[in-house]
């Protein structure tokens, strides 16, 4: 397998983690977002959307994170991603999807840019949108989770799922525009039990090949 991907996008984030709960080791190939190299021709001919992650699995060539991860989770089912029970899979997948569906794409970086390069917001304007499409989320998120029955030491019950991969790479983007997650105490919770699994510590963008020396 290889995966295109960039150090700092947190759908690859997600994808990266995934692999590595798996256990799964795959050929990286790095598209910088920044120098625009997903607008290249080669990568649009894989991923006519000009995004990251793109996963090639022999004649498969898959993006969109959640697809991905979903497909990798039925090759590979266990340790898995998803509930084996009806329930369960639908809440996990609500959970992932308040991230990858309302927050992120909102608030990416071909939005931000969009504000800012095409639409002249400030950036005090830009990071106004930024803090406030997220905190909108993460409060939805967090009421979901707090107190809920079927939380656990994670997200849902006592493994990482769907949902934890998707929420660890949101919080670590909230704090890099000061998102003020004090108001958040479960999903702190989970992020921190998160953070101490190595699946999830190797996947940190810092820690990414294709991460500058200085950050």
Known sequence: MKLYGYWRSSAAYRVRIGLNVKGLEVEEEFIHLQRLDQRGEDYLALNPQGLVPTLIDGDVCLSQSLAILEYLDDLYPEPALLPSDPAGRARVRQLAQVVACDIHPIDNLKVLNFLTNELGVSDEGRLTWYRHWVTQGLEGLEGLVAGHAATGQFCHGDRPSLADLCLVPQLYNARRFDVDLSRYPALLRIDQACQALNAFAA?????????????
């Open 203 to 215: 996947a940190v963008p810092e820690a990414q090949p294709d991460a500058p020396a200085t950050v």
